[in-house]
């Protein structure tokens, strides 16, 4: 590995890690003020997740039915468990409107209502007047948002002259001795030649980590690099352990079924042929809430009720519904049954399994998108230079459980906040600080670790060992037997990967090291989501345990901050307080 | 397989990561379990896919649309075959 010395160095004045929307809306806002702007992305920028989100993007537009953002944010607060912070809810749902309107502007093909109006559907937890009827609040360009608002923002940043460097892989942050952040450590793929990124200011919008579980609705490339390198430069992260599983996913492979199937009338089975929710949900049955439905599936399994010669999943069953009901109301179900598992969802039922899907927690942020951490002056000290947003942030809007279409919403919301703030930092700390080799001693050493020789375990076997230790001990059935365990076993595991050797050291196109890097990333998210989860003794949100099954709002009502310096637990106080209205005090949360 | 296509499929493992899951599993997929079988002409047309976009190798893929291209219509059946077939 090439000395620090002899590394090459580009300076920027603002470096953006991700290219989902949450960083090329950060971008589009810097290079428009003609900010020299770079954005780093691993994979070609219209490829990253954001692509994927197909339901679409919430504001109180009210193009459908009555509705106002103070309504969008009572649902928000009461959806997040009361975890969420207020202030930043706040924020959230007065920037949607103008948000939507922008991309409009920009050239996002919403879907319209008759009257030219963009239209709006109904999601899950939506409401008029906090807490009556439901409301109509998710804006889509039909089936493909995500794809929608990834391209324009591309295209836009292309003639705004944002620098790209697409297939760069982010090794590690670079700060310097008084903790200010100076820039990253690059690996170009295709070359396999370190680059030094010279920044005042560094935005992570590295998405997701839906990898670290075996069953996930997650493109590979989700694998938490932002989160890690922002544990290894000291930072914590907050509220890991709300992670959000679909009940529902095709077994083995992670993809959605949707709700719809067994909004249908579709309900699921164990090896004994048992319609199993009737035990556990007698009213609900197959439609109880997601948490109810993903942990008696893993009950069934955990007691020896699963299908298959492994006996790890159960079935879902549309068969008895026709032929015609199947195919014309669950297309895209039976679309993916037949390339993936060669069946007809029609004539057969299903594998499934919970499958992890979206990450409420992430890099504790304030409502401006800058990066704080508990210092001498307090739990939420600003950290100078350093800014997250988008899936890997925890600003927190969602706090323990997210709203269907307010992830896009975050992103892009967050994404600008970021843009904006480093616009005002840019202006008062003009000059870049300057970087010694000290400063990048760390970053090349985790590279150089990589190229050891010899004899050792495959970073593939190891992955897949994590995945399955995660899902075992973290997914959706949680108790303190299981987790301890679990925090045993990832112990162990993580003094293995020192043992771990690649076989290909090559230069060019070596995705063996980058997977390698990668797996670093994933070990380290999964300590983090472990050590919050077996800490939190009681269930709120997406955190549900077995032997805690009630919210405690006397002991609980904080976020969790796990840090990697000894793998320790801090605790920080909720933000109750909105900005310009009343606080929304706790209350059951009934549906 | 030769080094050469050992090569070559490194190089287009990373263009084989996409944003949609569906995605990563089929074109990985095949990559290790097809490709080297394609013919030169086969192999151009599989680089071609790779350069489309994800939401439209979703639709073509998953079935939803058909390619006008006859080429990348006979490839996309033999992605979708070999991961029902192959490990
Ligand atoms: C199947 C699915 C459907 C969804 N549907 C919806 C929906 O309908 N509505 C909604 O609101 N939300 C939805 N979500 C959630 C939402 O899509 C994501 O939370 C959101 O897109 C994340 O955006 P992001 O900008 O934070 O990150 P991403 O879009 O994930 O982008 C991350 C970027 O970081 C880059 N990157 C990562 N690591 C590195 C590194 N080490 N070096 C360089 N670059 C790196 C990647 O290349 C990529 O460019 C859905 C999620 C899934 C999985």
Known sequence: MAAARSLPHRHFDALIIGAGGAGLNAALRLAAADLRVAVVSKVFPTRSHTVAAQGGVNAALANALPDNWHWHMFDTVKGSDYLGDQDAIETMCREAIPTVYELEHAGVPFSRLDNGRIYQRAFGGQSQNFGGEQAARTCAAADRTGHAI???????????KTHFFDEHFAVDLIR????VTLGALVLDIESGEPLIIESKTTLLATGGHGQVYRTSTN?????GDGMAMALRVGGPLQDMEFYQFHPTGVAGKGMLITEAARGEGGYLINSEGESFMERYAPNALDLASRDVVSRSIVTEIREGRGCGPNKDYVLLKVDHLGADVVHQRLPGITDICRVFLGIDPAKAPMPVFPTAHYAMGGIPTDRHARVVAPA????????????AAGECACVSVHGANRLGGNSLLDILVFGRAAGTDILSYVTENPHHRSMRDA??????ARLARWERQGEGERVADVKAEL?????????????QATMAEGVEKLKALRERIEGVRLRDHSQTFNTARIEALELDNLVDVGMATLMSALHRDESRGAHSRVDYPQRDDERWMKHSLYLREDDRMDYKPVRTKPLTVDSFPPKPRVY | MNDRDAREIKRLQWQCRRGMLELDLLLNHFLQHGYAELDSDARQAFERLLGMQDQILQDWLIGQAIPADAELTALIARIRAAIRTAP
């Open chain 1, 150 to 160: 990834l391209h324009t923002l591309y295209q836009q940043n292309l003639r705004a």
């Open chain 1, 176 to 179: 310097d001795d008084e903790g």
């Open chain 1, 219 to 223: 493109a590979f490339i989700n694998t």
């Open chain 1, 376 to 387: 001498r002056h307090g739990p939420e000290e600003v950290v100078p230079g350093l800014y």
């Open chain 1, 439 to 444: 400063h990048l001693e760390p970053a090349i």
């Open chain 1, 467 to 479: 995945r399955r230790l995660m899902e075992d001990h973290c997914g959706v059935f949680r108790d």
